[in-house]
């Protein structure tokens, strides 16, 4: 329950709810955090909390990731999302690092611009969304405020990392880079 709490406090600052303040949130997730009941404010907040609620309970919840080679095994099950031609491809790294390489056909929308309207606007509702970035993290986060909106969105577990032959990624420590590596499927540039 405290999960959920955080989760909707975050959603709730991400969204800029006006009609609470972060007391009121606050009171509402420490009262239920102790297992008390108290009536869901009505409004905003309620439908984020029931949103997020729905995203996180429903299967697979908020373990919505998919292995790249999952996506490349060639086993197709047309009941699943299981290859990646299944997927709306969405590359949310900066722009300099998907033009080094993304997944082929992935589109670029950066993190920081992603829930604006004009670019939520680019994305399907009736196609599950594969959210990619360099190690799965960024993507993570992207996929539950995109989850909370209605998408139906994945992350590529272990992003570029997972996809690439071999990469110089910081794992444990901004200053320490660690060799990983990935499956080396194919990739495309920038022009």
Request: aromatic share 8%; with cysteine.
């Amino acid at each position: 329950m405290k999960c959920k709490g955080l989760l909707l406090v975050v959603m709730l600052s991400l969204f800029a709810v006006p009609a609470f303040s972060a007391g009121e949130v606050g009171e509402y997730v420490s009262v239920a955090a102790k297992g008390l009941s108290k009536k869901m404010p009505p409004g905003q907040f309620a439908h984020v909390a029931q949103a997020a609620d729905q995203f996180l309970s429903t299967a697979p919840g908020g373990n919505r990731t998919i292995y790249a080679e999952m996506l490349m095994d060639g086993i197709d099950d047309p009941e699943l999302a299981d290859e990646l031609g299944d997927y709306f491809l969405l590359d949310i790294r900066p722009a300099t690092d998907f033009c080094k390489g993304t997944v082929p056909g992935a589109i670029n929308i950066p993190m920081p611009d992603l829930a604006k309207a004009e670019n939520l606007a680019k994305l399907p509702k009736d196609k599950p969304i594969l959210v990619i970035c360099n190690t799965g993290h960024t993507a993570s986060i992207s996929n539950a405020v995109l989850g909370v909106l209605g998408y139906d969105a994945w992350t590529l577990r272990f992003g570029m990392t997972s996809w690439n032959g071999l990469s110089k990624t910081k794992i444990w420590s901004p200053k320490i880079s660690q060799d990983l590596f990935g499956a080396g499927y194919p990739t495309q540039t920038c022009q």
